[in-house]
């Protein structure tokens, strides 16, 4: 595996190139271009703002704590590092049966296609962050609950777990596909109910404070992207910090994926080839 990530690196430039490729491809035809990348997020937060923010506010604010006054920014949090998430799983499901003349020609690691759309699709979310620290800016001006301090390095911190796993899943999904294409309509399920199966919208309060059973309750956090968003939303709120059970199981977790998605890649790479 150590040659392998030595030769993922040496490949760098390579990456580089298809990632910008893929960016100018995909917003080719489009009018608005990358604003795409910071309209959708957005427009998905006014959404959720609207229904529960408002229509059940009284609810919702109740688990919020220090967020409730600034539930937008929670949001929009939750909802930009998710966009990352869920279009770089999507995408790098397909990234090797979607560019076949391209992967069996071309020399270099085919690990560098699947990665190149977790990486992609990261630089999207890189283009949101100056939308996100103005929110926080505003809230933090305009309310109690957003604090600014050492809680700012959840931000680094939460990306490089999430990175690690992206890396994994799309390691392994990509490989899979190939060789069975039912995984890309599988994940497209999977991704639906991890949206609510993880704290984007909603505080991990509401679920630890429910009336559902213990080992409900322990397998839902044993989910790595529970202890990331957690991170990510305590990037302006220390209190959601996660603790070290759940900061473990993003870990551990996240390790666990990357390691068996990249022995899986490489055990799975001359049947790709073949099939491809």
Known sequence: MTSSVHAVWSSRNALRLLV??????????SFLGYLWSLIEPLGMGAIYWFVFGLLYGTDTNRHLGSAAD???????TGIF?????????GEATNALTGQARLITTMRMPREVFPIGRVTGRFA???AGLPILFGLAI??????DGVKFGFNLLALPLAVLIQAILLVGLSLLLSSMNVLMR???????????????ATPIIYPLSLVQESNMPSWVKVLYELNPLVGIFQLHHAVWYPDEFPDAFLLSASVGGSLVV????WWVFRRLEPAVLKEL
């Open 20 to 29: 910008r490729r893929d960016l100018a491809v995909k917003y080719q035809q």
């Open 70 to 76: 600034s539930y937008p920014l929670f949001l929009v």
């Open 81 to 89: 590092a998710w966009m990352w998430t869920n279009s770089a799983i």
């Open 124 to 126: 999207e979310y890189l």
């Open 138 to 143: 505003f809230f933090a001006i305009t309310t």
């Open 182 to 196: 039912d995984v890309e309509r599988f994940m497209r399920l999977v991704t639906r109910i991890l949206f609510y």
């Open 258 to 261: 990357f390691l068996g998605g």
